[in-house]
């Protein structure tokens, strides 16, 4: 629930509460060891991060897209992987 609500508030530019709604998801899907779903909400996330433009961000992003590609690249998410390596070029 709160990845969705995340990403609207993403969607209406409320940059705050999309990290701090995604990164709830984040954690709890890392708790019950969902890689499949990491890997999507940690790229959605990336994009937020990236979109806000501070380097902190911005490194934030580098990090959860990297941790996300090789999840991905363990479990076979080819269009995973696709769509980090989109955004990491």
Known sequence: MSWG???AHAAV???GAAIELMDAALA???AHALHGLFNLIAVD???VLIGG???DD???AATLLQQARASAVDIGAGGVIE???RLAS
Do not use: M, N, P, Y
């Open 45 to 47: 996330l990336a994009e």
């Open 13 to 15: 530019g409320e940059q």
């Open 83 to 85: 769509r980090i390596d």
């Open 5 to 7: 609500l995340g990403l």
């Open 28 to 30: 709890s899907v890392s």
């Open 58 to 60: 911005r490194t934030r």
């Open 53 to 55: 433009g501070a380097q």
